[in-house]
């Protein structure tokens, strides 16, 4: 039997490896050094790189991704960790308007190889701003590549992919999933970035999940299977690249689609490939589109008001009921 | 100050220790789900400076804020109530440990973005000046919030505008798991910022009571009578982990033995002596607040969980939710 | 005949408006007293109100926010202004986590009346940090209402509604519309947030815009028209909350949807509604729905590259001609 | 300083002068389209700084840039020919005024968000460390940047971790059109400011070259030496507004006129004649750097538009744009 990893476990190894490989590769960031990070994503690597590559900062984050874009652009491969995805915001501007522009403005003159970590959504019950899945913050803007695996198998291949970018890549590691298990992947396991995985063929409807969403759409689909309704769900791993084509080979053969997002629904990525499957998709599509997303509310504290609020398997069966009976 | 005066906040602080001690243990029974961060140990610096100030005056904490809610007047039912995710909680359930809130007694909020509240304290102050009310702002915040960018905008907007908001940092010595000292400039990582802004800045004993109270205070007129911000850095300690995963481990025994040894209480309980209060005077007070707290803990068990229904409510003014047509 | 007034001028009127019938109103912001403005978008105001009301500040994009918020939960109006839209990055914990949640997750404690103008979109040459429409990023957060006015009567119109609105409002002012002209509406124009106007009436295909857009759609339809195609043109004017009901109501007539939109193509707010259209309005579809967007890119700074990137009426003309075709 | 180092420098200075001169000329004649800052009035300080630094140093400016550009080697044909949208301009007419950028002589770039550039700054000279090349960063930022949350972080880092780096403010007096003073709580917004990072500040003559070399060359050393980062505040004063809507009518008649009598090109002929320099040799210097910038305005207007395709290229290190398959 193969070993088995943690998804946590996954970060830091695949960090490890690509530390190993390669002596550009550093990490920077709060609490990420002797304490192994906050959520023990980066356990060891001190121990294991030194100082000298694993670097704890003072609690300002602009710094963190600001000097992180000023190491890469100079022949660094910097992993920066941000503790919690909410706090993407307090370092917006380097995500928005500086790494993913310096290169087309300065007309390719300048690489900016490295990736942003951060502990994405929720479900734990840790409030309003410790609990956000903003990978669609990302989204809007072009120039960022958008990483957020399911599995700690793709975790360690989407690291080595993400570390070896010469783009800048974010990095969406799910709170909810790191204490899952999975196989430990073979030496040099790489996933490149931009390829959905179909983790569950079927013929009658198309469930499209993300990270977190994966094995609530898996659940899903046992459920709908037990009502004779075969559903495929495909896990998209990546928001940039968007993997459409994967999504529309699957329509071809099920001309049914659902999303299923963590996100609230305004503004969440489902609605950006909706728009493409409504326009290069239509004539596949022989029932209405359903996007099974948050409710637009901040996320609430108590666990029977967040349970409200992010979606769960039964309510994506009740989604693709409706829908099969269309 | 005088013995009647500081017998009342060492009972306040009593109610404050023994809140967050039963926060602890309702966290080991599962009760309390999420993350807490536990202010015990630090409790002089809230209930110190709350006595300084006016009842109208604003106060922004951060998610460790409970000692900031109930020196504003919150009650540990409330407070519990609200970490045990209940209807009856401070935010009825949706803000949790890390946001207690009590506007109604102008605590107004404790946020979890590190020193996203600073700017929030100085436009409260500039509301106060254009409004003419005399109200002070108060931002707490801890010696980790020092290096982050919003810090050094508050600062200089509260001190260009002159305005009545005072910046009391809480030093305990870590962020979460990293010294302070490891990654910060300048010793005094509030106080010696003050000069960059032009306004003064004080190290203050932030466990002993007595002194953060005279500090505030000093500050306080100073900032009503137009003469504009101030830091005061108070020196404390938490006496649990950063939050409730964390054992800790890193930080020194020496140095815990010490700071235990240099407990707010104990140094209230010392000062109450000296004038002239006897221990058994102090004792009551400590069984009225472990009397309230014991009752808290079970009115706040018995409380009901939210409607669910709540989870749609209060986005916007109007009380609902809808975000289209 | 009415009186004419800029887009521009409608912003500083009205501001004027609300500052003239509140005391609790008062604006801050870089450069916005004796200066005017950098866009000569708050002229005459600091004249009018005093330097009491009227507040210059540091470059401080957070503390700006920050002390809007502070301000406004504490019984003002304030209304801040963030020069460019694309500075919201540098103050979006604000946007992102703090004025859209507090509300909230005080369980209903605190209200916060504040609105943040900026000057948004491209068109001009401003290069890749000072060209973005960026009212995509405020529709990723629940909690923000979102105007975007296309023509002087509405500035005034919507600025009231969101100076009076107890709900924290997000207003861009589009730079390439400042200059344009209308009439000057009545005293007390207030325009509802959450309506959209059918701003041209047609039976063929409904052309979805906002802002700068709508001019662009408008002469898309004329083009249109002398081909036969008659166009219905909805102006959306808030993203939050979206009237979704107005577009649905044009599909039954048209059956046809084109958005048309400044921003990117990835996470753009024509996807949102397209979502909503594929699973609510499937059944009016009679053809692909198409986003008419921007290429996912930075802003160009040359004239002959911006124009390649921003949607103009030609691309709506051929991409409608395509779907009449369907 | 040797008279042919400085006849070097004022020849830069000229260039830069009349390569700005140029610019607002082209624009006023409508063939510079959206926006520029020039920075005429702050020559001494790009070509001061650049003459101490090592060719393999790093610089980062502002939208202000066109003088840290041209001070690190690129040619007024280049940056003009950016500025008129032409295929041969600096960033092939992508980024323009405000992003001028030479990478192949460290010129990392021109950002037009204030401050943004302090922090990569910042990693720039961490990477400089990390690879162990005794290169050093130098970022150029205006007095108004001094205000923003990311000049602390990036100071604080910078400090703390002792990294070869220099903090050159470029200090106008103004904002846009608001002057620093009204805005700013202390009298010198970057030098006042230093002693929160526990590092040194200091004011120099920001239209003296030879001053503004002394003070980087001795920092530069300082840093090389690994004894950490400096703040370095060069007072000037821009000859035109703003950018180029702005007459700059904001500021008193008096103030401009002893400004411009303190021209950095004057200073510097003063300097040379000092030095037995004649006359004649700098006119000489300053006709070729107007015969130069002559034949690059002809040659930038001559030059053709980028290929509307390159508006889908370059968004990926690859060369594309595609964002999903
Ligand atoms: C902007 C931001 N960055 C990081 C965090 C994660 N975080 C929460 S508390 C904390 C340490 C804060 O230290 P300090 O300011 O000293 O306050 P203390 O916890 O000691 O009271 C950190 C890094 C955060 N909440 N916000
Ligand atoms: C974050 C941010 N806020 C506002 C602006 C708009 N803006 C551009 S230049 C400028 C003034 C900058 O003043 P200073 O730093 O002194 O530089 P100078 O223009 O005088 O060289 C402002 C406010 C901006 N570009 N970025
Ligand atoms: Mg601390
Ligand atoms: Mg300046």
């Known amino acids: 039997m193969a070993d088995v990893i943690t998804y946590r476990e996954a970060v830091a190894e695949g960090i490890a490896r690509e530390m190993r490989r390669d002596p550009a590769v550093v990490c920077l960031g709060e609490d990420i050094g002797e304490a192994g990070g906050v959520f023990k994503t980066t356990v060891g690597l001190l121990k294991e790189f030194g100082p000298e590559r ?43 308007n500086e790494i993913p522009k310096v290169r087309y403005m300065t007309g390719g003159q300048v690489t900016v190889p490295l990736v942003v970590r951060t502990a994405n959504g929720g479900g734990l019950g840790f409030g309003a701003q410790h609990s956000q899945a903003t990978e669609n913050w990302a989204l809007t803007v072009p120039g960022l590549k958008i990483a957020a695996p399911s599995t700690p198998a793709d975790v360690v291949g ?58 609530v759409a898996l659940e899903a689909a046992a459920g709908l299977a037990q009502e004779g309704i075969d559903a495929e769900v495909i896990d998209l791993r990546c928001l940039v690249p968007l993997d459409v084509s994967r999504v529309l080979t699957s329509l071809r053969r099920t001309s049914r689609l659902v999303t299923v997002e963590e996100n609230p629904y305004q503004g969440g990525w489902g609605a950006t490939l909706v728009s493409v499957v409504a326009d290069e998709g239509f004539g596949l599509l022989e029932a209405p589109v359903r996007r099974v997303a948050a409710q637009c509310v901040p996320l609430p504290f108590a666990d029977a008001l967040e349970d409200q609020v992010i979606p769960a398997a039964d309510t994506v069966v009740t989604a693709v009921r409706a829908l099969a009976a269309y | 100050m005088e013995a009647t005066e500081l017998l009342a906040l060492y009972e306040q602080m009593a109610l404050i220790r023994r809140t967050e001690k039963a926060a602890h243990d309702l966290f080991l029974q599962g009760l309390v789900k999420g993350t807490t961060h536990l202010a015990a140990g630090q409790e002089a610096i809230a209930v110190g400076a709350s006595a300084a100030l006016r009842a109208d005056d ?26 045990m995710s209940r209807a009856t909680g401070l935010c009825r359930a949706k803000g949790g440990s890390m946001h207690l809130t009590k506007a109604s007694t102008g605590m107004l909020g404790s946020y979890a973005i590190v020193g996203s509240h600073l700017p929030m304290a100085v436009g409260a102050a500039w509301s106060a000046r254009l409004r003419g009310t005399g109200q002070l702002a108060v ?103 950063h939050s409730r995963a964390d054992p800790a481990t890193y930080r020194p025994a020496e140095e815990v033995e010490r700071w235990l040894r240099h407990d707010p209480l104990d140094l209230a309980r010392g000062r109450l002596a000296e004038l002239g209060v006897p221990p058994e005077t102090s004792t009551a007070a400590d069984e009225r607040a472990r009397a309230v707290v014991e009752q808290a803990v079970a009115a706040a068990k018995a409380a009901p969980p939210p409607d669910p229904r709540e989870a749609l409510t209060d986005v916007w003014a109007e009380g609902g939710a809808a975000w289209r047509t």
């Open chain 2, 58 to 83: 604003y106060v922004f904490a951060t998610y460790r804020g409970h000692h900031h809610a109930m020196a504003r007047g919150a009650t540990p039912e409330e407070c519990l109530a609200e970490l």
């Open chain 2, 139 to 241: 931002a707490f915040f801890g010696d980790g919030a020092t290096n982050i960018g919003a810090f050094h905008e508050a600062l200089n907007l509260a001190a260009v505008w002159k305005l009545p908001v005072l910046f009391v940092c809480e030093n305990n010595l870590y962020m979460e798991y990293t010294r302070i000292a490891d990654v910060t400039a300048v010793p005094r990582p509030a106080a010696d910022r003050a000069p960059s802004y032009g306004i003064p800045g004080e190290v203050v004993d932030g466990n002993d009571v007595v002194a953060v109270h005279e500090a505030v205070d000093r500050f306080a007129r100073r900032a009503r009578a137009g003469d504009g911000p101030a830091v005061l850095e108070a020196e404390t300690y938490r006496h649990f982990g």
């Open chain 1, 158 to 215: 989407m690291l080595a992919a993400a570390i070896r970018s010469d783009d800048p890549v974010v990095f969406f590691e799910h709170k909810g999933l790191l204490a899952t298990k999975g196989p430990l992947p073979p030496p040099d396991h790489i996933v490149e970035l931009g390829r959905a995985a179909v983790v569950r063929e079927g013929a009658d409807v198309t469930l499209v999940a993300l990270a977190s969403m994966v094995p």
């Open chain 1, 54 to 96: 694993v670097w704890d900062t003072p609690i300002s984050e602009q710094a963190i991704v600001g000097a992180a874009m000023g190491a890469a652009i100079t022949g660094m491969r910097p992993v920066a960790e941000i503790m919690f995805s909410d706090f993407l915001a307090c370092c917006w501007d380097y995500l928005a």
